[in-house]
Nanobody
C-alpha cells in the first residue's frame, strides 16, 4: 500500500485548505484512515480518523468543529477539510492507513500500518 498526500500550502489565519491522500490498494474500504501532523519542534500528533465506510469519524479536541475528514471509496481517497485555520495548525500533515485491526478511536501511531510522505501546511498570522 502506498499513500500520497497532497494539497498543502500557505494560507492566512482564518482561511481554509483541503488536503488529500490517495491510497494505492485494492481494498481501500477495509482501511481505517487517519490524519496526523507534526508541528516544528513537536512530536507527531493525531488529528482525525474515519472508518472504512465513512460512517464513523473521530477528532482531536484541538481541531473538532474546524476540521472535517471524509473519504471517497470509489476514488481511493481521503480528505481533510480544514477551516478557521490558526497559526498553531502549521505542520506537516500525514495520512495513514490502519488495516482494520483497530477502530477509529485508536489514535496512537502504532495502530497505523502505512504512512504517506506528508504535505506542508503553513498558516500565517
Amino acid at each position: 500500500v502506498q499513500l500520497q498526500a497532497s494539497g498543502g500550502g500557505l494560507v492566512q489565519a482564518g482561511g481554509s485548505l483541503r488536503v488529500s491522500c490517495a491510497h494505492s490498494g485494492r481494498t481501500f474500504s477495509s482501511y481505517v484512515m487517519g490524519w496526523f501532523r507534526r508541528a516544528p519542534g513537536k512530536e507527531r500528533e493525531f488529528v482525525a480518523s474515519i472508518s472504512g465506510n465513512g460512517g464513523m469519524t473521530y477528532y482531536a479536541n484541538s481541531v473538532k468543529g474546524r476540521f472535517t475528514i471524509s473519504r471517497d471509496n470509489a476514488k481511493n481517497a481521503v480528505y481533510l477539510q480544514m477551516n478557521s485555520l490558526k497559526p498553531e495548525d502549521t505542520a506537516v500533515y500525514y495520512c495513514a492507513a490502519n488495516s482494520g485491526r483497530y477502530g477509529v478511536t485508536y489514535i496512537v501511531e502504532s495502530a497505523y500500518d502505512y504512512w504517506g510522505q506528508g504535505t506542508q501546511v503553513t498558516v500565517s498570522s
